[in-house]
């Protein structure tokens, strides 16, 4: 169970390590705003530490990324540290979740790319906002990237189901359920800022965020 939520986490430490990464260097973001980002690295910097038991490729992008947190200033700064050490560690990211992905099969792999764009969204939403950003378009855009990545998600579990021989398919009933439920409930608690016309608040996201982990881990269990 271990090894496969270590999946989910691999796949959104990448996803939220590319969104912080597009907020760093086209995002309008003041000083203050920019310390605070650089702070938020940390946070995918403790998640490639954990995955590291279960895939040694994630030593590549723990490394680097730790590096270019070190480098990088956590006040009121215009720099943005070094860049070239921060493409490096999303390329080491993204080869250590193909990696996996090719271990797990095709649609366990599938799932995890799947992965890659609805954890990694919201894990990046939770980062962002607790870095007091100012980047309202990201309110609205990682919501709607994160229903269209859970729809997907949904295709894949149920094609791979239609594609079991039908003892197999009735015996994880049980377990797509439970994964379509918590995806379903995780995103309507992610986007009901938007329903409301409000900000989102972190405590939300949070809520949005365990109910999507636990989805895709259950996922996992059932088409590996």
Request: positive net charge; glycine residues 8%.
């Amino acid at each position: 169970m271990y090894e496969l939520l270590s999946s989910v986490v691999m796949s959104g430490a990448l996803g939220a390590q590319c969104v912080l990464t597009l907020v760093l260097l086209k995002g309008d973001i003041c000083p203050g705003q920019r310390g605070r980002l650089h702070k938020a690295f940390w946070f995918v910097v403790a998640a490639w530490a954990l995955v590291i038991p279960f895939s040694s490729f994630a030593v590549l992008p723990f490394i680097a990324l730790g590096i270019f947190s070190l480098r990088s200033k956590s006040g009121k700064t215009r720099l943005s540290g070094p860049i070239p050490v921060l493409h490096l560690a999303n390329g080491f990211g993204a080869l250590a979740v193909l990696v996996s992905a090719w271990q797990q099969g095709s649609a366990a792999g599938l799932l995890m790319l799947s992965q890659v764009v609805l954890v990694g969204a919201i894990t990046a939403h939770c980062l962002l906002v607790r870095a007091r950003s100012r980047l309202q378009a990201f309110h609205r855009i990682l919501p709607v990237v994160g229903i269209v990545a859970s729809m997907f998600m949904a295709v894949i579990i149920a094609v791979t189901s239609a594609s079991m021989p039908e003892s197999e398919a009735n015996a994880l009933i049980t377990s797509v359920l439970s994964s379509l439920g918590l995806v379903l409930l995780g995103v309507v608690i992610w986007a009901s800022h938007l329903l409301r016309q409000t900000t989102p608040h972190i405590v939300q996201l949070c809520f949005a965020l365990i109910a999507i982990v636990s989805a895709s881990g259950v996922a996992m269990s059932a088409m590996v």
